[in-house]
Structure formats: structure tokens, C-alpha cells
């Protein structure tokens, strides 16, 4: 998982200098952050609506091209994939905490 998005993020902050006329990370970096935004939104929408319907394969679509432009997003903002990741492992090391306080002692 890791290694697929930083493959992503690395292609995507090359491809913001490429021809926008061959290249999609271009046009959209083109139109600007306000634009990239609302394709993330939208595309969480769709994501919902996918899985409200129960429609898997919909899902998995709709889900992928969510983690695309919010990594666009990401680029944007220049904030590193890393940043995130580290801070889902941040919480996940948290949890674990709790759990270990929580659990009765012997
Ligand atoms: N993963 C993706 C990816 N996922 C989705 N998309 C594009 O995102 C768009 C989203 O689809 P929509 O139907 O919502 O949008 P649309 O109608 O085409 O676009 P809008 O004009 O409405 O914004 C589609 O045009 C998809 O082609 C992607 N485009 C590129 N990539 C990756 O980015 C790399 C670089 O792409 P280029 O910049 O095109 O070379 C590719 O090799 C891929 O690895």
C-alpha cells in the first residue's frame, strides 16, 4: 500500500510540469488548488453513493480515483504522502495504548 502511493505521489509531482494537453495531473494542477479540492469532494461523494447502492466494483473505482486526487491535493499543498501516513501510525500506536490500559490486569 505504501509503496503504491509513494509510486503515485512521485509520478504525480513529476507530471505537474508535463504538457497539460497529454497529461491529466497537468491540466488539473493547471486549474488550481480550488479546482483540485472540489474534484476530491466530488469523488468522496461518489464514493457514498457507490457504496450506498452496495455496488463493490463501483466502490473500488470510485475509491481509487479518491486517494488519486487527494494525493493531488496532497502535491498541491506540498505536503509529503509521509506526513499522513505518519500520523495514521501516530494514532494506530494511541489505540494500541488504550487497548493495553483497558484490558483487565491478571
Ligand atoms: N491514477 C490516475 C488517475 N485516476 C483517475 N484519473 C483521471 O481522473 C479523471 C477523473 O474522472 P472524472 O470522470 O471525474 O473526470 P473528467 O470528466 O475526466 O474530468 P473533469 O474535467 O470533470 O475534471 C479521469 O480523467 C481519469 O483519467 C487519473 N489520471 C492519472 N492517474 C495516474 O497519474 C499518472 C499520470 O497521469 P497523466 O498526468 O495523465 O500522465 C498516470 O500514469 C496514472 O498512474
Known amino acids: 500500500m505504501r509503496a503504491t502511493l509513494h509510486t503515485l505521489e ?8 508535463a504538457d497539460p ?5 497537468a491540466k488539473l494542477s493547471g486549474k488550481g488548488r480550488a479546482k483540485i479540492a472540489q474534484k ?3 469523488e ?7 457504496a450506498m447502492a452496495g455496488d463493490r466494483g463501483e466502490v473500488i473505482g470510485e ?3 479518491l486517494f488519486f486526487h487527494l494525493l493531488m491535493l496532497l ?3 506540498d505536503i509529503p504522502l509521509d506526513a499522513v501516513l505518519d500520523e495514521l501510525d ?3 500506536g494511541l489505540s494500541g495504548i488504550a ?7 491478571d
Open 10 to 17: 512521485q509520478t504525480i509531482r513529476r507530471r505537474r510540469s
Open 44 to 50: 468522496a461523494v461518489e464514493t457514498v453513493i457507490a
Open 99 to 105: 487497548e493495553k490500559a483497558a484490558r483487565p490486569k
Open 40 to 42: 476530491v469532494g466530488e
Open 21 to 25: 494537453s497529454v497529461s491529466y495531473v
Open 75 to 77: 502535491a498541491d499543498l
Open 90 to 92: 501516530r494514532r494506530e
Open 63 to 65: 475509491s481509487a480515483d
